[in-house]
């Protein structure tokens, strides 16, 4: 997980936002939207933070699930695609993709499934990087990568800056 030092190794939400900026799409989950990381640097529950990348916005939560909950992937996806990885201590995971406010695609990525009654979507690209099949490893190394392959957006240089923070009080 070389591109992203910024995620807590054990438990994580990343959530790939395709053509929004940090504050845009802070701002279509309902909460109030502050620039820059967190000035007291104490992480509280809820805590999401936003990092400018390639193609748009990654939201991160240390220890949190709200990139994995439908009433946030809905708004957040409204006319663009999302893409949420997200693993807790006890290696409970989830990948989850929206697009234009519509579920398309969800598995667990540490448990590779096989192929038979599999989604179509995206088939290809969960076969090639080992996220599907009797040998498949799965991974969240895989599932970052496809992540990226379903909204082209990417980390950059600018991507270990959060560019926007918010807390969720969904918790």
Not at 53 to 81: K, M, Q, Y
Request: with cysteine; glycine share 8%; charged share 30%.
């Amino acid at each position: 997980m070389s591109d992203y030092d910024w995620l807590d190794d054990m438990a994580f939400c990343a959530t790939f936002v395709r053509d929004l900026t940090p504050q845009e799409a802070l701002a279509r989950l309902g909460v109030e939207v502050f620039d820059g990381d967190d000035e007291e640097g104490e992480l509280e529950d809820g805590l999401i933070c936003a990092r400018p990348a390639e193609g748009g916005t990654i939201l991160s939560e240390d220890n949190g699930f709200a990139g994995t909950l439908a009433e946030v992937l809905r708004p957040l996806s409204a006319g663009t695609v999302t893409a949420s990885v997200f693993v807790n201590v006890n290696r409970v995971s989830s990948f989850v993709h929206y697009a234009d406010g519509r579920e398309v695609l969800s598995f667990d990525p540490l448990l590779p499934d096989d192929e038979d009654d599999l989604p179509q979507d995206y088939l290809a690209d969960r076969k090639e990087l080992g996220l599907v099949g009797e040998e498949a490893e799965g991974g969240l190394d895989a599932t970052l990568k496809l992540a990226e392959r379903v909204t082209g957006v990417r980390p950059d240089a600018s991507s270990d800056v959060v560019a926007a923070h918010a807390v969720f009080e969904h918790y």
